[in-house]
């Protein structure tokens, strides 16, 4: 049994009390730097989801820019409610926030096919469902299990991959898809990239992707494949305006996005569990797991309100804290600070709009198969017994396969085949559905606790 955080706090000397005491602040001079550390590991997956889904939707530069600038300055705000909390809102951990992958298979059809608005709506809601699903969790946790959570995080990778390799070929409707430069571009920021992340020591390899995305940018600058006229109109400061881009309500979006949130909660759920487990060696409490599921929700809200999309703990960002073993979320809360001043830079927005999708694909391909590893990763500590073989077996063959063939439900409705063709809410329902019906083993049962 772990040791209880007062007891473990008591024990441990007063050198390393700084770093190992979730309320504890760090000296200025060190924690800045730590904070700024957080920010460098999340920041491109962050901007990329508004990024992909404002290509496949068509959207200007200019309101391409304005979603850029939208969520480094709602991940700012979302992660000082989470790491400082707001009334019962917020875990109060180290946490990091930022844009979810999570919810990009699903926006991508209906930005494509109702408009960006709808997609905003819709995550509003599925915002509202998130809210919710914190609120009540201590009655629904038993539905996300490590054979359910697993299986989802795995889905999740599986089904970006395609967007990726999109990226990679020059972007969703290039007229030059596929060209050479395309791929050399890709190709040198996934080999920065891989060399840093395995080779690197320290902030090198945390910062692998940004700095091969960086690298990747310059040479697309030498060789003339960037154009920097949004930078030029963008303004140099700029307060974010909400309802700029717009919100609409279609149930059709609505149902997916809802379903995914609460699915979702699972992924912030193990965010948590993670971080203090990693970082402080002991198990959250109800109020931590509560209150961090609830500000992802309001986040998501507020993130739909600012022309964002919706918000998440960042795993990358827990296993920074594992590592380092700074446990201060005074830390993250600098980090957060400057995910704001970021935000109010519309010229900085721009710049980031400006990054060719090739060398975005680059780094990205990368990101959405370490994703679907993480959800291996997450599997390592199930019995791998014939239920929940059937379970996993099941759930990826309905996520993966059943999208495909459009024929098979191409005769119901909108609402239906709007929950269907993202793959993601088919996979994550079959999976929770398994887990409750199909009998436990002992043993079994005592791993998926």
């Not at 809360?333 to 900085?348: C, D, E, H, S, T």
Request: glycine share 12%.
């Amino acid at each position: 049994m772990s040791t209880p955080a007062s007891e473990q706090l008591q024990a441990d000397p007063p050198r390393v009390r700084s770093t190992h005491d979730v309320n504890a602040m760090p000296p200025v001079g060190r924690a800045i730097p730590l904070g700024i550390q957080h920010v460098l590991a999340m920041f491109v997956s962050n901007v990329t989801v508004p990024i992909i889904i404002a290509g496949a939707a068509g959207l200007s530069e200019a309101q391409t820019t304005l979603m850029i600038q939208a969520a480094m300055f709602v991940a700012g705000v979302a992660t000082l409610v989470q790491s400082l909390g707001l009334g019962p809102i917020g875990a109060r951990l180290p946490i990091v926030m930022g844009t979810s992958f999570g919810f990009v298979p699903v926006l991508i059809p209906i930005a494509v096919g109702m408009g960006v608005p709808a997609a905003l709506g819709a995550a509003l809601c599925g915002g509202v469902a998130m809210a919710l699903v914190g609120l009540f969790l201590p009655y629904v946790r038993f539905l996300f299990p490590p054979v359910v959570t697993g299986a989802f995080v795995i889905m999740i990778g599986a089904l970006l991959m395609p967007v990726g390799f999109a990226y990679v070929g020059g972007g969703f409707g290039a007229p030059d898809f596929g060209a050479l430069h395309h791929l050399l571009l890709a190709g040198l920021v996934m080999a920065i990239t891989i060399g840093l992340h395995q080779f690197g020591r320290g902030i090198w390899s945390e910062t692998a992707p940004l700095v091969g995305l960086v690298v990747g940018f310059i040479v697309a600058v030498v060789f003339g494949y960037v154009d920097f006229s949004s930078v030029g109109k963008a303004d140099w400061f700029s307060l974010p305006v909400p309802f700029a881009i717009g919100v609409e309500f279609h149930l059709s979006a609505i149902l997916p996005v809802v379903l995914l949130a609460v699915v979702t909660c699972a992924e912030s759920i193990g965010d948590i569990v993670g971080t203090t487990v990693g970082g402080a060696n002991r198990e959250p409490s109800e109020k931590e797991l509560s209150g961090g599921v609830m500000a992802d929700g309001l986040a998501s809200v507020f993130a739909a309100i600012f022309n964002a999309f919706p918000q998440i703990s960042f795993s990358q960002n827990v296993g920074i804290v594992a590592l380092t073993g700074v446990v201060s979320r005074y830390v993250v809360a600098i980090g957060g600070a400057f995910l704001v001043i970021a935000g109010l830079f519309p010229k900085l927005g721009g710049l980031i709009s400006g990054i060719p999708n090739a060398v975005l694909g680059g780094a990205v391909l990368i990101m959405f198969g370490m994703i679907a590893s993480a959800g291996i990763k997450m599997l390592s500590g199930i019995d791998f017994n014939k239920r929940n073989m059937l379970i996993l077996a099941l759930a990826l063959a309905t996520a993966l396969g059943l999208p495909a063939q459009e024929g098979l439900y191409a005769g119901y409705s909108d609402n239906v085949k709007a929950i269907i063709e993202s793959g993601l809410i088919p996979g994550a329902l079959v999976a929770i559905v398994l887990n409750l019906i199909l009998p436990h083993s002992e043993k079994s049962m005592r791993n998926d606790v």
